[in-house]
């Protein structure tokens, strides 16, 4: 039987382990800033990078149906989402003339003021990237 990638005595003996267990900790840490940013704003992670992708998407990619593929979700999760950011003023519909049961969604200023801010939650695992030498990224990029 195959050892997890969790499993210390195995991990320190196996460079794989060590890479599934560092990206799992960077994971973690995308999860934790994320969760920060959300409650500095009483947002749900959700609703935070819902308006983040709103703020850099086009037109044909804000729809619902787009976001619960984009976002692993169902339609209805998504929905609820959408409902909660539009009694926020966040997010605003704007039906289409042809199905009036379709919408892409919009952001407010205030949207997008907050989509601005929050966006940067990751610049803390960004910092010490950016120290990095040219070829060191490419590297880490390709591997």
Known sequence: MKKSAFDLDHQNSSIESKIVASLERVSQAFRVLLWNESKEHSLSPIQVQVLIFLLH????KRKVSYL???FNMTKATISDTIKTLEQ???IRKEYEQHDT???IIHLTKKGKDIAEQTSLFAKEIQIPIDKLHTTDKENLLLS
């Open 57 to 60: 998407h086009s037109d044909q």
């Open 101 to 103: 049961r379709s919408y």
């Open 68 to 70: 619960a593929g984009e």
């Open 88 to 90: 926020k003023l966040f």
